[in-house]
């Protein structure tokens, strides 16, 4: 059983040898800083800022938003994770879309950037109702391919075409 709690400043020392290898490669693709360090900085820096836990009270992931400094309408999304995330899949997809409400509620847009080859979180953020407004080809130091996403709180999405999959 997966739980949610507000995270603790010791949470990403726990996640972070455990993160999964698409998003250590996102991390990299992005920034010269190391996991650990973006870890506890996104954490830092969200507002608000939680946890996903097991059974035993091991992080398994953590997920937030990052105010925008210039207008309180618009909040960057990220989590980063473990594979106990799709080991724990139905759980996880099961509460995501309720999680993905409650940001809303504090930020009616919700937005970010994920790695062209981080292939569960882009089935992830599709079934949780985010819409990928374009593709970037040169995104990050490493300059990779990344694509810009978004949900705005009340909008449905179109689905998805068949070439979307």
Known sequence: MLRVRLWLPGDPDQLNSRLRVADLQEIQAVSRQDSLAILKQSAAWSDPCFTIIDQKDIPIAIFGVVPDPLTVALGRIWLLGSNDIVRNATTFLRHSRQWIEKLHERYPTLWNYVDARNEVHIRWLKWCGFTFLRRI??????????????????VTPAPPSKSDD
């Open 137 to 154: 080809e040169e995104y990050g130091v490493e300059r990779r391919p990344f694509y810009e996403f978004e949900r705005v709180a009340g």
